[in-house]
């Protein structure tokens, strides 16, 4: 069973602040993504990296996956209120693509 | 607009009451799957189908039914509902299998409460 780690679990921080989301892994991933999730809401995709070493950019957010392809990061660059959400990644397994696990997230909450 | 619907979205029941959650997917997806949701614990794939009348298990589907006899449906059944499986419940489809096609799209979730 190949298990995603997040932190921190929970991150309260005001407008304007940086942050940084890990997800780490022991297992080595074909493909991982990163989904927000609002309450009442399923997650959304906000990238898939590929490739060792990747870097993605989504207007304030950078996302990174290792070299190794075991663990990943996400960076927000001033943070707003409308960041607030659950960051969940998800890793999909190298030899079967059709297995994927999400790590338990992580909560931001981003104060006015 | 494409979408994953789910209904009902809150459900309370009692123990041993059979139950049904719906599914329904406008994308013509072939790979649909059901996850449940707890604290700490984070989304655990149930069943998943990789296309009509073939459905698998998935991490943990003791006490679940699942069916797909039409592409668009994923209906998840509980024969003998406990309080263990009192959860949030989400459906998910995506095109397919394969590197490029691991995008899911979620449905807005099932709160369910066994009592």
């Known amino acids: 069973t190949q298990l995603l780690e997040q932190s921190p679990q929970f991150l309260s921080i005001q407008e304007g602040e940086n942050l940084t989301v890990y997800c780490n892994s022991s297992s080595v991933f074909s493909s991982l993504q990163w989904y927000r999730q609002e309450p009442g809401e399923g997650p959304v995709l906000l990238v898939t990296v590929v490739t060792g070493g990747e870097v993605k950019k989504l207007k304030r957010l950078t996302f990174q996956f290792g070299d190794a392809r075991k663990d990943s990061s996400l960076h927000i660059t001033a943070a707003q209120p409308g960041d607030t959400g659950l960051y969940l990644c998800?890793?999909?397994?190298?030899?079967?693509?059709?297995?994927?696990?999400f790590g338990a997230g992580t909560r931001l909450t981003v104060k006015p | 607009e494409a979408q994953v619907t789910q209904n009902p979205r809150y459900l309370i029941t009692v123990t041993g009451k059979k139950l049904t959650v719906t599914c329904s997917q406008n994308m013509n997806h072939e790979y649909m799957s059901w996850y449940r949701q707890d604290p700490g614990l984070g989304l655990r794939q149930i069943y998943y189908s990789m296309n009509v009348e073939v459905t698998d298990k998935g991490d943990v589907p003791e006490g679940y039914k699942v069916s797909r006899k039409e592409k668009r449906n994923f209906p998840l059944i509980l024969e003998s509902p406990s309080p263990n499986q009192t959860s949030l419940y989400f459906c998910?489809?995506?095109?397919?299998?394969?590197?490029?096609?691991?995008?899911?799209?979620f449905g807005p979730g099932t709160r369910l409460t066994v009592l």
């Open positions: 998910a489809s995506r095109q397919g299998i394969g590197l490029g096609y691991n995008e899911q799209f």
């Open positions: 998800a890793g999909a397994d190298t030899y079967n693509n059709n297995d994927m696990r």
